[in-house]
């Protein structure tokens, strides 16, 4: 302790330190602590290895690799043409944002399940699996939504008659809405999901219904329609939700040969990315002969995907098999 | 600034462009902040897998969201709430760990973060011993002991280089909160490091 400074000034001095390095004490603050130094020699030598312990964590942060970030750039885009194409989870209806609430919050992973509950609560599986028709007699006059009949979307003239006294008959198909609520572990309402997951009118519900069975994938039957959908839907969004629901069985051989497929044939880069992490990133791949197979095919038609063709030779290396011969 | 066409294009302006359906000028927006985006999430995650889902979560929500952007505060402020919120949601769930691995598995292959810290200097400098590997290891303990919300002050204001007032924005609370916070991450770490000091 240095002559002519109590003990408090020392302590106090020393605890502006990391704030001083970090130029954030106000003027006063900082004048203080300098006045404090100016006489206190030990002082000076404290901050001196404040600034050494500073500068090891300067070090010890990282820079991600360039291709991490060429692949990320990648699959975002991939998924930004994606939404683009899939108006009915964006910008601003209820429905997106019912869906961003589930997202938005920090416990987003916990309301999830409950969320998945509530969305099939509302009936919007209902509204397109259990169509209903009836026949209309009715004589009134009008279009049709003005007598209160239909909503467009709702409802479509299957074909029209007509009659001897100048009247038509008319047929509609009709979709009602009704409400199934259960959970997941409801083998029927699992079914109506499994149906939504295919519906290929609509890739919106399909990436929706796909994203709550991620939450069943240890389900052989939900693992199946994960697999069907990662390896066939149209919509690359889709495809990634299977696969995310996937990750964790990667070490299964049904998945692996789904995922391979996808590696050889998907023409999404983001997917193919995915994919070759997947099957290269467990910690038992070293005898998996198909793995070395779909590289090796990879490399011999001269794979075009930097990150993919980088990896398929580290991993080829590491097995000690050739890139080459086959 | 973000680079258009050759032409120097104000950020606003491109926010707006964006908000108005133009494919390039979001895509301008996400390079402009994606690199510090990725670089956050790396560090505080320290997993690519990790940290490429923060990347894809948080410009997804950008681009879902952007209609509803009001110019209340900065563009990076903004994005930096999504992305802070989603990185402090995964940090929480895996406090769990006691913890957190310094080998990473990335696409270059594996890493090791501590590799990044030098050895000790040969110029006989008298701090040397604090680049020893005891330190080296300290240093991985004690950031693994601090609390998510001071992990990313700390973070922020090291790494990042962001002034507390910007961090108390971007995590809804005050400058002078955002200060306790870094001071009670700095207090942590020289009492991890006091055998080293």
Not at chain 1, 151 to 161: L, M
Not at chain 2, 150 to 165: A, D, I, S, T
Request: glycine share 6%; hydrophobic share 40%; proline share 4%.
């Amino acid at each position: 302790m240095s002559t002519g400074h109590d003990e408090m000034n020392c302590i106090a001095a020393r605890e502006q330190f990391a704030m001083l390095l970090y130029g954030e004490l106000s003027f006063d603050e900082e004048e203080q602590v300098e006045a404090h130094l100016d006489g206190c020699a030990e002082c000076r030598a404290v901050l001196s290895q404040e600034k050494a312990v500073s500068a090891s964590f300067d070090a010890f942060e990282i820079q991600p690799p360039p291709s991490l970030l060429r692949s990320c750039r990648e699959e975002l885009h991939a998924r930004l043409m994606d939404e683009e194409a899939t108006p009915a989870v964006t910008h601003g209806s209820w429905w997106a944002q019912f869906t961003d609430m589930l997202t938005r919050r920090p416990a987003w992973a916990v309301l999830r399940p409950m969320g998945a509950l509530t969305l099939v609560a509302l009936g919007f599986l209902g509204a397109r699996l259990m169509p209903g028709a009836f026949f209309w007699t009715g004589g009134g006059r009008g279009d049709l939504q003005s007598m209160g009949l239909v909503e467009p979307q709702a409802s479509r003239v299957r074909y029209v008659e007509p009659g001897s006294d100048g009247r038509v008959q008319i047929v509609l198909d009709e979709t009602r809405q009704r409400v199934v609520s259960g959970r997941l572990d409801d083998l029927k309402i699992r079914a109506l999901l499994m149906t939504a997951a295919k519906d290929p009118s609509d890739p919106g519900l399909r990436a929706e219904t796909v994203d709550i069975l991620n939450t069943r994938a240890q389900s052989a039957d939900v693992r199946d329609l994960l697999i069907y959908e990662m390896k066939n839907d149209k919509k690359a969004g889709v495809r990634l939700k299977a696969m995310e629901g996937l990750k964790a069985f990667a070490q299964e051989g049904a998945v692996r040969a789904a995922l391979s497929q996808v590696l050889l044939t998907d023409a999404n880069p983001g997917l193919r990315t995915q994919a070759i992490d997947l099957l290269t990133g467990g910690t038992n791949t070293s005898g998996d002969r198909q793995m070395v197979s779909t590289l090796q095919e990879l490399m011999q038609r001269g794979e075009q995907q930097d990150y993919v063709r980088e990896r398929c030779r580290q991993v080829l290396e590491a097995m000690n098999a050739s890139a080459e011969t086959y | 600034v973000p680079i258009r066409s050759g032409v120097q294009m104000d950020e606003s302006a491109l926010i707006r462009a964006a908000q108005a359906g133009d494919h390039a000028a979001f895509e301008q927006l996400v390079t402009a902040y994606d690199q510090s985006v990725l670089r956050l999430a790396m560090n505080l995650l320290r997993s690519p897998e990790d940290a490429r889902d923060v990347y894809q979560e948080a410009f997804l929500r950008v681009f879902r969201n952007l209609h509803n952007f009001r110019f209340d505060c900065s563009f990076h402020t903004w994005l930096y709430r999504i992305v802070t919120n989603l990185c402090l949601d995964q940090m929480r769930k895996r406090k769990v760990r006691k913890e957190e691995p310094s080998i990473l598995n990335t696409p270059e292959g594996l890493l090791d973060r501590m590799d990044s810290v030098p050895e000790e200097r040969v110029d006989g400098d008298p701090q040397r011993y604090l680049f020893s590997g005891q330190v080296r290891i300290r240093i991985k303990e004690v950031l693994g002991q601090l609390t998510p919300r001071e992990r990313m002050v700390f973070e922020l204001r090291h790494y990042q280089g962001l002034r507390l007032r910007r961090i108390g924005e971007i995590l809804g609370t005050t400058e002078e909160a955002a200060k306790n916070c870094l001071f009670r991450a700095t207090q942590k770490m020289r009492t991890g490091l006091g055998e080293f000091i």
